[in-house]
């Protein structure tokens, strides 16, 4: 007679009364906790300058700015990917607070909020001090003496590895990367015409 199989309990939480706390789900040394940290106390003034008064709310400026600083750390520079991300990881879900913008918002914000230079230099300010910490830096693979185009747009970042010392060589990794979340902006905004000839007459 085969022994009785027991299986670990398995409860997909649709009827618990007191849903668990993402933060609960979340390490208390993970990346994300640093970069919404550090995005607490930067000043974003300039970004918040560029909001009027009146018609409908709007996604909290900063909440935005955190996912998109923590996308690009992460080498996720599509907006349709990040919404995707907030419906999907619980890193994502927490950072935000459960709010859900749309790739057209995510895009928008970083099209028309994060243009003249306001977005780099907060960046550049995020990760320098994340590198200054040893919580991250810039890698760029090579095999043989030859780049890897990677899927992470030939740079990738590396929490708490080996970090680069180099103030003026980690600055000049963070424009290659700035650059190709430019492109992948541009390219998604090119998906929809119709839509940028719009908001350029109502501008």
């Known amino acids: 007679m085969s022994a009785k199989i027991i299986y670990k309990s398995y409860n997909q939480n649709d009827s618990l009364l007191f849903p668990v706390s993402l933060g609960e789900l979340i390490p208390e040394n993970h990346p994300v906790r640093t970069v919404s940290a550090i995005i ?3 000043d974003i003034s300039g970004i918040e300058s560029t909001y009027k008064g009146g018609g409908t709310s709007s ?3 900063r909440m ?3 996912v998109i600083v923590y996308s690009y750390m992460c080498n996720v520079y599509s907006g349709r990917r990040m919404e995707r991300l907030l419906h999907e990881n619980v890193n994502y879900m927490w950072l935000s607070g459960l709010s859900r913008p749309d790739f057209r918002t995510i895009n928008r914000f970083r099209s028309e909020r994060l243009c003249d230079g306001r977005f780099e230099e907060l960046f550049r300010q995020t990760v320098v ?3 200054e910490e040893g919580l991250v830096s810039l890698k760029v693979q090579y095999i043989d003496g030859t780049k890897i185009e990677s899927v992470a747009n030939k740079y990738t970042f590396v929490w708490k590895g080996s970090v680069e010392k180099n103030k003026a ?3 000049a990794k963070v424009d290659a990367v700035l650059k190709a979340a430019e492109s ?4 998604e905004n090119g998906e929809c015409p119709a839509e940028n000839v719009l908001r350029r007459s109502l501008a």
């Open 40 to 42: 607490d106390r930067l």
């Open 129 to 131: 001090m994340m590198n």
């Open 184 to 187: 992948v902006l541009a390219e």
């Open 64 to 66: 935005l700015l955190k």
């Open 169 to 171: 060589r980690l600055e």
């Open 59 to 61: 996604f909290h400026p």
